[in-house]
């Protein structure tokens, strides 16, 4: 079954030519609700019903309008309320119910003078000449031609990756500070700074160097009294005797108390009255006794009197304040690093070089003890007024890095780069306030001209573009040529199809 869905500019003499065309043999005519222009008379039907009869065609109607659905039906044709009835009818029957009024109209006859028509006869179609089919092959395979050639130009697409060749460097960069720079200075290898400042303590000591002597114990022995009166004489221990020779008598007390008899003697415990060796006398050295007791009695010391000794012990020098002093300051100046390296780094990126420290004074020098005085060890505590140069880490790696594009190989490009800073310079080198070492470490990368390389490839075989473009460019690596689909064994001639990635590695700044 075909089905023939009647439009709105649609009438019964086009829907007849179209069923004239239709070679099956059951028809349904749809004629949807909105088509309103004309089939409202019976001959609307019967035009088309005349048709399909004429070819022995089955030909039903699906009309949901029921006003054109009873017009339908007067004509004697088989009418449904829509497609769907019609093909469960056809389903279930095999075949349209036949047309009930087969009586219809006939064609009106021709007068007897007009001529009877004659059908067209159908045109004999005529082979064509053998030169024209040859031709029309040519063409043919002209035009296969110019599309495959198009395919192979615009379709195929490649994507080489090249990886230039690279090479380190490094040198050492010296950088100087100047507080009275406003701006960097590359010329001159010059950056500027801020001088920040604060007080700071540490204490110190030291074992004194420093050497002096030590009076320890009193002498002590025994003297010989004589009773030079003729009764008992009664010695206190008070009693002093002395030596009477040299320009310093040297002084001893009886330690004990005893009585002499009647013009006879007695020996006496005695201690000297003074510290140290001093106190240390030969024998017969004591002479005199002090007091109203020298009246009556004498004295002598038979044995020498000793016991009293000097020791060496560490004192105070000037030179044990110095190493205090420097000690201290060390460690201020440690202490003074780390609080202004702090407050330099409040500002992000800036840094404080150790050797930018300097002692602007010192409010405080306390010591434990003085010179010359008697100490295993001598402290200091120590407050200084320390400031130092504050410089930007930016300022140091933007002189580096002009170094560097200074010292590049020709034909290079500078991909990376990383920095170290070392060591004040001792001796007088640069222009500023002081000077320090940077070791910058550069990456060079070989330039490589993604359309140059382009032009070395297009149109080549893919083995062939790899060993040119090997050949031709600084490569690290053997290039990669990707060609898409897999099977095309060529680059693209186009060099749009063509895409070149150059990947270049570097340090981490």
Avoid: C
Avoid at 151 to 179: D, H, N
Avoid at 290 to 301: P, S, Y
Avoid at 419 to 437: H, K, N, P, R
């Amino acid at each position: 079954m075909q089905t023939i869905t009647i439009q709105t500019t649609d009438d019964r003499y086009t829907l007849r030519e179209t069923l004239r065309r239709v070679e099956a043999k059951q028809v349904l005519i749809s004629l949807p609700w909105d088509v309103d222009r004309g089939w409202s008379q019976p001959l609307d039907y019967e035009v088309p019903l005349r048709a399909a009869l004429e070819r022995g065609q089955q030909v039903a109607f699906a009309i949901p309008d029921p006003a054109h659905r009873a017009v339908a039906r007067k004509v004697g044709v088989p009418v449904f309320r829509s497609e769907a009835d019609a093909q469960a009818y056809l389903g279930r029957e095999g075949s349209f119910p036949p047309v009930k009024n087969t009586a219809l109209p006939e064609q009106p006859k021709l007068p007897w003078w007009a001529p009877v028509p004659q059908r067209p006869k159908p045109a004999v179609q005529k082979r064509p000449p053998l030169w024209l089919l040859a031709i029309e092959a040519i063409l043919l395979l002209a035009v296969v031609g110019v599309v495959g050639i198009a395919f192979l130009v615009s379709v195929p697409s490649a994507t080489i990756v090249l990886t230039p060749e690279t090479l380190s460097y490094s040198r050492i960069v010296t950088v100087s500070v100047s507080p009275d720079l406003a701006a960097v200075d590359l010329e001159r290898s010059l950056i500027p700074s801020s001088r920040i400042g604060d007080e700071f303590d540490g204490y110190a000591e030291v074992i004194t160097s420093g050497r002096g002597y030590d009076l320890t114990g009193r002498a002590t022995g025994q003297v010989l009294l004589t009773n030079l009166l003729g009764q008992d004489y009664p010695v206190p221990s008070s009693t002093v005797v002395r030596t009477s020779a040299g320009s310093y008598p040297v002084r001893y007390q009886l330690t004990q108390a005893v009585t002499v008899p009647a013009f006879g003697q007695a020996y006496a415990p005695v201690e000297a009255l003074v510290e140290g060796p001093r106190g240390n006398i030969d024998a017969y050295q004591i002479n005199l006794v002090e007091g109203v007791a020298g009246f009556a009695i004498r004295v002598t010391n038979p044995e020498p009197i000793a016991g009293a000794q000097s020791t060496t012990v560490r004192t105070v020098s000037e030179g044990d304040r110095d190493r205090a002093w420097d000690l201290a300051a060390q460690q201020v100046m440690a202490t003074a690093y780390n609080g202004l390296q702090e407050m330099a780094a409040e500002e992000p990126g800036r840094f404080l070089p150790r050797q930018s420290l300097v002692i602007q004074a010192a409010p405080r020098a306390a010591y434990t003890h003085l010179v010359g005085e008697q100490t295993d060890v001598l402290g200091l505590s120590l407050r200084l007024l320390v400031t130092g140069e504050a410089v930007d880490a930016r300022d140091v790696q933007e002189v580096a890095y002009h170094q560097l594009l200074m010292q590049l190989p020709e034909d290079y490009t500078l991909t990376g780069a990383q920095y170290s800073i070392g060591e004040a310079a001792e001796e007088d080198v640069g222009y500023g306030q002081f000077t320090f070492y940077v070791t910058a470490e550069g990456l060079a990368t070989a330039k490589v001209d993604a359309e140059a390389a382009k032009e070395i490839v297009l149109g080549e075989r893919v083995e062939d573009a790899v060993a040119a473009l090997a050949s031709a460019l600084p490569l690290a690596a053997p290039p990669e040529v990707t060609v898409s689909p897999s099977w095309f064994p060529y680059v693209p001639r186009l060099p749009v199809r063509t895409e070149v990635e150059v990947r270049a590695a570097g340090l981490a700044p």
